[in-house]
């Protein structure tokens, strides 16, 4: 098994892939031969982790922030206002 990374292209209706010589040779692949290909589209997972919550959240950062204030210095709740 090869791990290759290629670039689709459009042929036709249709879009298609070209394998590299050196994973035909290493493969062995021949002309009309089948092959198996697992397809996996390449991600940006620092994208997908951080952007996970984005318009999910029903408040503001500040919001947020203030809650947690009021929980940890309750004492000061005066001091706030």
Request: without cysteine; hydrophobic residues 35%; aromatic residues 4%.
């Amino acid at each position: 098994m090869v791990n290759i990374d290629v670039i689709t292209r459009k042929w036709g209706n249709s879009i298609g892939i070209i394998l590299p010589k050196e994973a035909i040779e290493k493969e062995h692949i021949r002309e009309n031969q089948k092959i198996n290909i697992l397809i996996s589209k390449k991600t940006n997972v620092l994208n997908e982790t951080f952007g996970m919550l984005k318009n999910k959240l029903k408040k503001s950062s500040q919001e947020m922030k203030d809650e947690l204030r009021e929980e940890l210095y309750p004492e000061n709740e005066s001091l706030l206002l």
